[in-house]
């Protein structure tokens, strides 16, 4: 669809949407900062990458939000679990490189 045929409305609401995007990555890029903190902190006081019992009472309470904003919960446990494996990841890199310091 050439961008003269697009309503002007819908050029509005794509607007909108693309404004969610960039702070859904911002609030990602805040994420990970703190989690890198989180990282630091454990690997500072010896503790796990991996917390599951964390993990897990997390996704529980993405589910049950998801729920109350008709959000598939699914969808949503998917991404943030993802996520959650790369800041796992992150954690051990630093765990390894406070290791070797």
């Keep these: 669809m050439a961008s003269e045929s697009v309503p002007a409305e819908l050029l509005l609401v794509r607007e909108q949407i693309d404004r969610i995007d960039h702070g ?33 009472s997390k996704l529980a309470d993405i589910r ?8 598939n919960p699914d969808l949503v446990a998917e991404i943030l679990e993802r996520v959650m494996r790369e800041v796992v990841k992150n954690h051990k890199l630093i765990q390894e490189q406070q290791a070797a310091q």
């Design 24 to 56: 859904l990555v911002l609030l990602l890029a805040n994420r990970f900062a703190l989690t890198r903190r989180v990282g630091e902190l454990k690997a500072q006081h010896g503790l796990q990458a991996l917390d599951p019992e964390r993990e897990s």
């Design 64 to 71: 049950a939000i998801c729920s109350k904003h008709g959000v």
